[in-house]
Protein backbone atom coordinates (compact mmCIF):
# COMPACT_ATOMS: atom_id res chain seq x y z
CA UNK A 1 0.00 0.00 0.00
CA UNK A 2 1.70 2.99 -0.66
CA UNK A 3 2.11 5.59 1.87
CA UNK A 4 1.84 8.92 -0.15
CA UNK A 5 -0.08 9.44 -3.35
CA UNK A 6 1.90 11.93 -4.70
CA UNK A 7 5.15 11.89 -2.92
CA UNK A 8 7.35 14.40 -4.69
CA UNK A 9 3.85 17.72 -3.83
CA UNK A 10 3.15 15.90 -0.24
CA UNK A 11 6.66 16.01 1.52
CA UNK A 12 7.87 19.04 -0.55
CA UNK A 13 10.22 21.43 0.96
CA UNK A 14 8.52 23.91 2.88
CA UNK A 15 10.65 26.74 0.77
CA UNK A 16 9.94 25.20 -2.45
CA UNK A 17 6.25 24.66 -1.26
CA UNK A 18 5.99 28.12 -0.82
CA UNK A 19 7.47 29.01 -4.00
CA UNK A 20 5.19 27.29 -6.14
CA UNK A 21 2.51 28.57 -4.20
CA UNK A 22 3.67 32.36 -5.11
CA UNK A 23 3.79 31.05 -8.75
CA UNK A 24 0.10 29.82 -8.85
CA UNK A 25 -0.97 33.26 -6.74
CA UNK A 26 0.24 35.31 -9.23
CA UNK A 27 -1.33 32.96 -12.07
CA UNK A 28 -4.93 32.98 -10.29
CA UNK A 29 -5.22 36.47 -9.68
CA UNK A 30 -4.15 37.68 -13.52
CA UNK A 31 -6.55 34.77 -14.72
CA UNK A 32 -9.58 35.68 -12.50
CA UNK A 33 -9.09 39.51 -13.31
CA UNK A 34 -9.09 38.51 -17.06
CA UNK A 35 -11.98 36.14 -16.98
CA UNK A 36 -14.22 37.17 -14.72
CA UNK A 37 -15.70 40.52 -14.93
CA UNK A 38 -17.49 40.05 -11.15
CA UNK A 39 -13.36 39.80 -10.21
CA UNK A 40 -12.40 42.60 -11.71
CA UNK A 41 -15.08 44.88 -11.10
CA UNK A 42 -13.88 43.96 -7.51
CA UNK A 43 -10.40 44.30 -7.73
CA UNK A 44 -10.99 47.59 -8.92
CA UNK A 45 -13.14 48.84 -6.50
CA UNK A 46 -10.41 47.88 -4.04
CA UNK A 47 -7.52 49.65 -6.04
CA UNK A 48 -5.56 46.32 -6.62
CA UNK A 49 -4.26 45.17 -9.90
CA UNK A 50 -2.97 41.45 -10.04
CA UNK A 51 0.49 43.16 -10.77
CA UNK A 52 0.56 44.39 -7.21
CA UNK A 53 0.64 40.47 -5.91
CA UNK A 54 3.84 39.14 -6.19
CA UNK A 55 4.57 37.19 -2.43
CA UNK A 56 2.23 34.96 -0.34
CA UNK A 57 1.89 38.30 1.79
CA UNK A 58 0.79 40.19 -0.66
CA UNK A 59 -2.58 38.26 -0.77
CA UNK A 60 -3.78 40.45 1.64
CA UNK A 61 -3.41 43.29 -0.40
CA UNK A 62 -6.60 41.68 -2.12
CA UNK A 63 -10.37 41.99 -1.10
CA UNK A 64 -12.67 39.55 0.53
CA UNK A 65 -15.24 37.67 -0.95
CA UNK A 66 -18.39 36.29 0.49
CA UNK A 67 -21.05 33.56 0.31
CA UNK A 68 -23.57 36.31 -0.43
CA UNK A 69 -21.29 37.53 -3.68
CA UNK A 70 -22.35 34.31 -4.69
CA UNK A 71 -25.82 34.34 -4.00
CA UNK A 72 -25.78 38.13 -5.98
CA UNK A 73 -24.53 36.87 -8.74
CA UNK A 74 -26.90 33.53 -8.89
CA UNK A 75 -26.50 31.40 -10.92
CA UNK A 76 -23.04 31.89 -12.81
CA UNK A 77 -21.42 35.59 -12.44
CA UNK A 78 -18.66 34.67 -10.55
CA UNK A 79 -17.43 31.77 -13.14
CA UNK A 80 -14.60 32.38 -15.21
CA UNK A 81 -15.30 29.89 -18.27
CA UNK A 82 -18.07 29.73 -20.71
CA UNK A 83 -20.75 27.29 -20.11
CA UNK A 84 -19.07 24.93 -22.63
CA UNK A 85 -16.17 24.29 -20.88
CA UNK A 86 -18.85 23.05 -17.66
CA UNK A 87 -18.91 19.32 -17.15
CA UNK A 88 -20.84 20.00 -13.93
CA UNK A 89 -22.66 21.90 -11.23
CA UNK A 90 -23.25 21.14 -8.01
CA UNK A 91 -25.63 23.32 -5.29
CA UNK A 92 -25.16 23.64 -1.39
CA UNK A 93 -28.88 23.87 -0.38
CA UNK A 94 -28.90 27.10 1.14
CA UNK A 95 -31.33 27.26 3.71
CA UNK A 96 -32.31 31.35 2.98
CA UNK A 97 -33.00 32.20 -0.59
CA UNK A 98 -31.34 31.06 -3.51
CA UNK A 99 -28.85 28.26 -3.77
CA UNK A 100 -25.08 28.42 -4.51
CA UNK A 101 -24.73 27.18 -7.55
CA UNK A 102 -20.52 25.74 -8.02
CA UNK A 103 -19.31 24.68 -11.68
CA UNK A 104 -16.49 22.39 -12.77
CA UNK A 105 -13.88 22.01 -15.95
CA UNK A 106 -13.03 18.61 -16.14
CA UNK A 107 -9.58 19.54 -15.02
CA UNK A 108 -11.68 20.63 -11.83
CA UNK A 109 -13.12 17.51 -11.14
CA UNK A 110 -10.06 15.83 -11.96
CA UNK A 111 -7.84 18.30 -9.21
CA UNK A 112 -10.75 17.56 -6.71
CA UNK A 113 -10.39 13.80 -6.63
CA UNK A 114 -6.73 14.00 -6.42
CA UNK A 115 -7.18 16.01 -3.82
CA UNK A 116 -9.06 13.56 -1.96
CA UNK A 117 -7.23 10.47 -3.57
CA UNK A 118 -4.19 12.12 -1.76
CA UNK A 119 -6.11 12.55 1.79
CA UNK A 120 -7.50 8.61 2.00
CA UNK A 121 -4.52 7.30 0.77
CA UNK A 122 -2.84 8.98 3.76
CA UNK A 123 -5.12 6.85 6.04
CA UNK A 124 -4.55 3.94 3.91
CA UNK A 125 -7.18 3.48 1.86
CA UNK A 126 -6.29 1.82 -1.43
CA UNK A 127 -7.08 -1.07 -4.29
CA UNK A 128 -7.77 -3.99 -1.53
CA UNK A 129 -10.75 -1.68 0.17
CA UNK A 130 -14.39 -1.36 -0.16
CA UNK A 131 -15.08 1.91 0.26
CA UNK A 132 -18.85 2.84 0.81
CA UNK A 133 -20.29 6.03 0.39
CA UNK A 134 -22.68 6.76 1.95
CA UNK A 135 -23.29 10.46 1.63
CA UNK A 136 -26.04 11.78 -0.65
CA UNK A 137 -25.55 11.63 -4.16
CA UNK A 138 -26.97 14.80 -6.07
CA UNK A 139 -26.50 18.32 -5.85
CA UNK A 140 -24.84 17.56 -2.62
CA UNK A 141 -20.93 17.13 -3.16
CA UNK A 142 -20.27 14.82 -0.45
CA UNK A 143 -21.47 11.57 -2.47
CA UNK A 144 -20.03 12.18 -5.83
CA UNK A 145 -16.73 13.92 -3.91
CA UNK A 146 -16.14 10.71 -2.49
CA UNK A 147 -16.80 8.43 -5.01
CA UNK A 148 -14.30 9.82 -7.99
CA UNK A 149 -11.41 10.09 -4.90
CA UNK A 150 -11.93 6.21 -4.58
CA UNK A 151 -12.19 5.28 -7.68
CA UNK A 152 -8.97 6.87 -8.01
CA UNK A 153 -7.10 5.41 -5.49
CA UNK A 154 -8.19 1.99 -6.87
CA UNK A 155 -10.83 1.10 -4.13
CA UNK A 156 -14.58 -0.66 -5.07
CA UNK A 157 -16.89 2.01 -4.27
CA UNK A 158 -20.17 0.91 -2.69
CA UNK A 159 -22.29 4.09 -3.72
CA UNK A 160 -25.09 3.64 -1.17
CA UNK A 161 -26.12 6.67 -0.87
CA UNK A 162 -27.31 8.16 2.32
CA UNK A 163 -30.78 6.53 3.81
CA UNK A 164 -32.12 3.31 3.39
CA UNK A 165 -30.23 2.05 6.79
CA UNK A 166 -31.00 -1.58 7.16
CA UNK A 167 -30.05 -2.63 3.52
CA UNK A 168 -26.62 -0.41 4.11
CA UNK A 169 -26.29 -2.37 7.23
CA UNK A 170 -26.82 -5.48 5.31
CA UNK A 171 -24.55 -4.41 2.56
CA UNK A 172 -21.73 -3.48 4.47
CA UNK A 173 -21.64 -6.99 6.11
CA UNK A 174 -22.21 -9.25 3.22
CA UNK A 175 -19.85 -6.84 0.36
CA UNK A 176 -17.03 -6.11 3.25
CA UNK A 177 -16.69 -2.40 2.83
CA UNK A 178 -13.79 -1.50 4.59
CA UNK A 179 -14.22 2.35 4.98
CA UNK A 180 -17.28 4.64 5.25
CA UNK A 181 -17.73 8.21 4.41
CA UNK A 182 -20.56 9.54 5.70
CA UNK A 183 -21.71 12.56 7.92
CA UNK A 184 -20.67 11.63 12.26
CA UNK A 185 -24.12 11.53 13.27
CA UNK A 186 -25.18 9.09 10.45
CA UNK A 187 -23.03 6.84 11.42
CA UNK A 188 -23.62 7.22 15.17
CA UNK A 189 -27.28 6.72 14.32
CA UNK A 190 -25.92 3.15 12.05
CA UNK A 191 -24.12 1.75 14.98
CA UNK A 192 -27.39 1.85 17.02
CA UNK A 193 -29.86 0.88 13.66
CA UNK A 194 -26.71 -1.99 13.38
CA UNK A 195 -27.39 -3.36 16.46
CA UNK A 196 -30.78 -3.19 16.57
CA UNK A 197 -30.61 -5.75 13.29
CA UNK A 198 -28.43 -7.94 15.30
CA UNK A 199 -25.40 -6.83 13.40
CA UNK A 200 -22.14 -5.44 15.51
CA UNK A 201 -20.01 -3.47 13.37
CA UNK A 202 -17.50 -4.52 15.67
CA UNK A 203 -17.71 -8.10 15.32
CA UNK A 204 -19.35 -8.66 12.08
CA UNK A 205 -18.07 -6.85 9.51
CA UNK A 206 -14.88 -6.02 8.11
CA UNK A 207 -15.24 -2.19 8.58
CA UNK A 208 -11.88 -0.10 9.81
CA UNK A 209 -12.11 3.48 8.97
CA UNK A 210 -14.84 5.95 8.44
CA UNK A 211 -14.17 9.50 7.13
CA UNK A 212 -17.09 11.84 8.58
CA UNK A 213 -17.25 15.07 8.24
CA UNK A 214 -19.62 17.80 6.51
CA UNK A 215 -20.79 19.08 9.70
CA UNK A 216 -19.16 19.86 13.32
CA UNK A 217 -18.49 17.04 15.57
CA UNK A 218 -16.65 16.63 18.93
CA UNK A 219 -13.73 15.14 19.59
CA UNK A 220 -15.99 13.04 22.50
CA UNK A 221 -18.05 11.77 19.76
CA UNK A 222 -14.98 10.61 17.89
CA UNK A 223 -14.22 9.03 21.15
CA UNK A 224 -17.67 7.17 21.01
CA UNK A 225 -17.47 5.97 17.58
CA UNK A 226 -14.24 4.47 17.30
CA UNK A 227 -15.12 2.31 20.53
CA UNK A 228 -18.49 1.82 19.70
CA UNK A 229 -17.20 0.38 16.23
CA UNK A 230 -13.98 -0.56 16.30
CA UNK A 231 -13.07 1.53 13.62
CA UNK A 232 -10.64 4.60 13.17
CA UNK A 233 -12.79 7.71 12.73
CA UNK A 234 -11.16 10.80 10.61
CA UNK A 235 -11.79 14.00 9.78
CA UNK A 236 -13.03 15.16 6.40
CA UNK A 237 -13.58 18.52 5.44
CA UNK A 238 -14.29 20.58 2.46
CA UNK A 239 -16.77 22.67 1.39
CA UNK A 240 -19.36 23.26 -1.60
CA UNK A 241 -17.75 26.21 -2.89
CA UNK A 242 -14.10 24.72 -2.58
CA UNK A 243 -15.08 22.03 -4.74
CA UNK A 244 -16.68 19.80 -1.91
CA UNK A 245 -14.79 17.15 0.51
CA UNK A 246 -11.17 17.28 -0.27
CA UNK A 247 -9.10 17.04 2.74
CA UNK A 248 -8.48 14.49 5.48
CA UNK A 249 -6.45 14.01 8.55
CA UNK A 250 -3.73 11.11 8.47
CA UNK A 251 -3.19 8.54 10.49
CA UNK A 252 -1.54 10.62 12.98
CA UNK A 253 -5.62 12.01 13.24
CA UNK A 254 -3.59 15.17 14.49
CA UNK A 255 -5.15 18.02 12.16
CA UNK A 256 -6.37 18.05 8.44
CA UNK A 257 -3.71 18.52 5.65
CA UNK A 258 -4.56 21.46 3.12
CA UNK A 259 -2.98 20.63 -0.30
CA UNK A 260 -0.99 23.90 -0.34
CA UNK A 261 -0.37 24.07 -4.11
CA UNK A 262 -4.53 23.77 -4.45
CA UNK A 263 -5.26 25.51 -1.78
CA UNK A 264 -4.02 28.82 0.22
CA UNK A 265 -4.80 29.48 3.92
CA UNK A 266 -5.11 32.20 6.09
CA UNK A 267 -6.57 32.14 9.58
CA UNK A 268 -7.82 35.30 10.40
CA UNK A 269 -9.87 37.56 13.15
CA UNK A 270 -13.50 37.55 11.87
CA UNK A 271 -14.07 40.70 13.57
CA UNK A 272 -10.94 42.78 12.17
CA UNK A 273 -10.01 40.41 9.00
CA UNK A 274 -6.22 40.78 10.44
CA UNK A 275 -4.20 37.12 10.64
CA UNK A 276 -4.26 35.45 13.95
CA UNK A 277 -0.85 33.63 15.54
CA UNK A 278 -0.49 29.90 13.81
CA UNK A 279 -2.15 28.04 16.55
CA UNK A 280 -4.76 30.92 17.86
CA UNK A 281 -8.23 30.11 16.59
CA UNK A 282 -9.84 32.08 13.94
CA UNK A 283 -11.71 32.09 10.65
CA UNK A 284 -10.75 29.93 7.54
CA UNK A 285 -9.92 32.28 4.65
CA UNK A 286 -9.25 30.08 1.49
CA UNK A 287 -7.70 31.23 -1.54
CA UNK A 288 -8.43 28.88 -4.72
CA UNK A 289 -4.67 28.04 -6.43
CA UNK A 290 -5.60 25.57 -9.30
CA UNK A 291 -9.49 26.29 -9.76
CA UNK A 292 -10.36 26.68 -13.43
CA UNK A 293 -14.46 27.30 -12.89
CA UNK A 294 -14.93 29.37 -9.90
CA UNK A 295 -12.05 30.20 -8.57
CA UNK A 296 -11.96 32.16 -4.91
CA UNK A 297 -10.16 35.01 -4.05
CA UNK A 298 -9.78 35.25 -0.32
CA UNK A 299 -13.53 33.20 0.40
CA UNK A 300 -14.30 33.66 3.93
CA UNK A 301 -15.42 30.09 4.63
CA UNK A 302 -16.95 31.03 8.09
CA UNK A 303 -15.99 27.74 9.74
CA UNK A 304 -13.23 28.29 13.18
CA UNK A 305 -10.28 26.86 13.17
CA UNK A 306 -6.87 27.24 14.11
CA UNK A 307 -3.29 26.58 11.67
CA UNK A 308 -0.02 24.74 12.00
CA UNK A 309 2.86 25.03 9.58
CA UNK A 310 4.58 22.28 11.47
CA UNK A 311 5.65 19.38 9.21
CA UNK A 312 3.29 16.59 10.09
CA UNK A 313 4.38 13.52 11.65
CA UNK A 314 3.43 11.85 8.44
CA UNK A 315 6.24 13.82 6.59
CA UNK A 316 3.55 16.10 4.88
CA UNK A 317 4.77 19.71 4.75
CA UNK A 318 1.95 20.76 3.65
CA UNK A 319 -0.39 23.05 6.52
CA UNK A 320 -3.04 21.29 8.85
CA UNK A 321 -6.16 22.56 10.45
CA UNK A 322 -7.20 21.67 13.54
CA UNK A 323 -10.56 20.45 13.74
CA UNK A 324 -13.39 23.03 13.06
CA UNK A 325 -14.96 24.00 16.58
CA UNK A 326 -17.96 26.03 14.98
CA UNK A 327 -18.75 28.64 12.34
CA UNK A 328 -18.72 32.49 12.68
CA UNK A 329 -22.91 32.21 12.06
CA UNK A 330 -23.78 29.53 14.47
CA UNK A 331 -22.87 30.82 17.61
CA UNK A 332 -25.97 31.71 20.11
CA UNK A 333 -25.89 34.31 22.34
CA UNK A 334 -27.80 33.03 25.18
CA UNK A 335 -28.15 35.73 27.73
CA UNK A 336 -25.43 37.49 26.70
CA UNK A 337 -23.50 34.09 27.11
CA UNK A 338 -21.61 32.71 23.63
CA UNK A 339 -22.79 29.28 22.79
CA UNK A 340 -21.18 26.91 20.04
CA UNK A 341 -23.23 24.06 19.70
CA UNK A 342 -20.36 21.87 19.27
CA UNK A 343 -19.25 22.50 22.95
CA UNK A 344 -22.38 21.12 24.12
CA UNK A 345 -21.54 17.73 22.57
CA UNK A 346 -18.32 17.90 24.05
CA UNK A 347 -19.89 18.27 27.52
CA UNK A 348 -23.24 15.91 26.83
CA UNK A 349 -20.70 13.14 25.28
CA UNK A 350 -18.21 13.17 28.25
CA UNK A 351 -21.17 12.13 30.49
CA UNK A 352 -21.23 7.91 29.60
CA UNK A 353 -25.18 7.94 30.46
CA UNK A 354 -25.67 9.92 28.00
CA UNK A 355 -27.07 8.68 24.75
CA UNK A 356 -24.95 9.90 20.80
CA UNK A 357 -27.94 12.25 20.33
CA UNK A 358 -29.21 15.68 21.59
CA UNK A 359 -31.36 18.53 20.65
CA UNK A 360 -30.73 22.31 22.23
CA UNK A 361 -34.13 24.34 22.06
CA UNK A 362 -33.84 27.80 22.42
CA UNK A 363 -37.03 30.46 23.04
CA UNK A 364 -37.41 33.29 24.25
CA UNK A 365 -39.62 33.85 27.55
CA UNK A 366 -40.82 37.41 27.93
CA UNK A 367 -37.35 39.14 27.88
CA UNK A 368 -35.34 36.35 28.94
CA UNK A 369 -33.63 33.41 26.54
CA UNK A 370 -33.88 30.30 28.14
CA UNK A 371 -32.05 27.38 26.76
CA UNK A 372 -33.33 23.32 26.96
CA UNK A 373 -31.22 20.44 26.14
CA UNK A 374 -32.82 17.04 25.33
CA UNK A 375 -30.82 13.83 25.70
CA UNK A 376 -31.67 10.92 25.90
CA UNK A 377 -30.01 7.58 27.53
CA UNK A 378 -27.28 5.85 26.67
CA UNK A 379 -28.59 2.44 25.53
CA UNK A 380 -25.66 0.90 27.82
CA UNK A 381 -26.74 3.05 31.19
CA UNK A 382 -30.22 2.05 30.18
CA UNK A 383 -32.38 2.49 33.68
CA UNK A 384 -36.30 3.09 34.22
CA UNK A 385 -36.19 4.12 37.76
CA UNK A 386 -37.14 7.94 37.91
CA UNK A 387 -35.14 8.49 40.48
CA UNK A 388 -31.73 7.21 37.94
CA UNK A 389 -33.10 9.83 35.28
CA UNK A 390 -33.78 12.97 37.65
CA UNK A 391 -30.38 12.45 39.20
CA UNK A 392 -28.72 12.43 35.38
CA UNK A 393 -30.58 15.23 34.27
CA UNK A 394 -29.37 16.86 37.37
CA UNK A 395 -25.55 15.82 36.59
CA UNK A 396 -25.76 16.93 32.97
CA UNK A 397 -27.40 20.59 34.01
CA UNK A 398 -24.27 20.62 36.34
CA UNK A 399 -21.90 20.29 33.69
CA UNK A 400 -23.18 22.35 31.50
CA UNK A 401 -23.49 24.89 33.74
CA UNK A 402 -19.97 24.64 34.95
CA UNK A 403 -18.83 25.22 31.17
CA UNK A 404 -21.26 27.06 29.41
CA UNK A 405 -21.84 29.17 33.18
CA UNK A 406 -25.21 29.41 32.08
CA UNK A 407 -28.31 27.93 33.32
CA UNK A 408 -29.45 25.33 31.28
CA UNK A 409 -32.45 22.79 31.17
CA UNK A 410 -31.81 19.56 30.97
CA UNK A 411 -34.77 17.05 29.51
CA UNK A 412 -34.51 12.94 28.95
CA UNK A 413 -36.49 11.80 26.62
CA UNK A 414 -37.40 8.44 25.70
CA UNK A 415 -35.09 6.32 23.64
CA UNK A 416 -35.54 7.09 20.02
CA UNK A 417 -37.27 9.94 20.68
CA UNK A 418 -34.89 12.53 18.90
CA UNK A 419 -34.75 13.05 15.17
CA UNK A 420 -31.66 10.70 13.66
CA UNK A 421 -29.99 12.27 11.09
CA UNK A 422 -28.78 10.42 7.85
CA UNK A 423 -26.93 13.32 6.62
CA UNK A 424 -26.22 16.47 8.01
CA UNK A 425 -27.76 16.96 11.46
CA UNK A 426 -29.65 19.79 12.77
CA UNK A 427 -28.64 20.39 16.38
CA UNK A 428 -30.81 23.50 17.76
CA UNK A 429 -34.04 24.96 17.55
CA UNK A 430 -33.60 28.35 17.96
CA UNK A 431 -37.64 29.92 18.21
CA UNK A 432 -36.52 32.63 18.94
CA UNK A 433 -35.58 33.58 15.79
CA UNK A 434 -38.90 32.23 14.10
O1 LIG B 1 -20.33 19.60 3.51
C1 LIG B 1 -18.65 19.19 1.83
C2 LIG B 1 -18.29 17.91 2.51
C3 LIG B 1 -18.91 16.74 2.15
C4 LIG B 1 -17.32 17.91 3.49
C5 LIG B 1 -18.57 15.58 2.77
C6 LIG B 1 -16.95 16.74 4.12
C7 LIG B 1 -17.59 15.57 3.75
P1 LIG B 1 -21.20 22.15 2.22
O2 LIG B 1 -22.51 21.47 2.17
O3 LIG B 1 -20.96 23.32 1.36
O4 LIG B 1 -20.05 21.14 1.85
O5 LIG B 1 -20.95 22.53 3.73
C8 LIG B 1 -19.73 23.07 4.13
O6 LIG B 1 -19.95 22.14 6.35
O7 LIG B 1 -18.28 25.25 5.85
C9 LIG B 1 -18.48 23.52 7.57
O8 LIG B 1 -19.24 24.46 8.30
C10 LIG B 1 -19.19 22.19 7.56
N1 LIG B 1 -18.20 21.10 7.55
C11 LIG B 1 -17.78 20.36 6.51
N2 LIG B 1 -16.87 19.43 6.93
C12 LIG B 1 -16.72 19.62 8.27
C13 LIG B 1 -15.93 19.01 9.28
C14 LIG B 1 -19.76 19.95 2.50
N3 LIG B 1 -15.11 17.99 9.04
C15 LIG B 1 -19.74 23.34 5.61
N4 LIG B 1 -16.03 19.51 10.54
C16 LIG B 1 -18.42 23.87 6.09
C17 LIG B 1 -16.85 20.53 10.82
C18 LIG B 1 -17.57 20.69 8.66
N5 LIG B 1 -17.62 21.14 9.92
Not at 406 to 413: D, P, S, Y
Request: proline letters at 5%; aromatic letters at 8%.
Amino acid sequence: MPEYWDPEIETMPVAELRKLQEAKLREIVHYVYENSPFYRNRFDEHGVSPDDIRTLEDVRKLPFTFKQDLRDTYPTGMFCVPNSKLVRFHASSGTSGKPTVVGYTEKDIDNWAESLARALTSIGVGKEDVLQVSYGYGLFTGGLGAHYAAEKVGATVLPTSSGNTEKQIELMKDLGSTVIACTPSYFAYMIEAAREQGVSIKDDTKMKAGVFGAEPWSPELRERIEKESGIKAYDIYGTSEMSGPLFTECREQRGIHIWADMYLVEILDPETGEPVPDGETGELVITTLAKEALPLIRYRVKDLTRKTEETCKCGRTHPRIMRITGRTDDMLIIRGINVFPGQVESVLLKIPEVGNHFMMIVDRVGELDTIKVQIEMHESAFSDRMSDMMSLEKKVAGALKSVLNLAVRVELVEHGSLPRSMGKSKKVIDNRKL
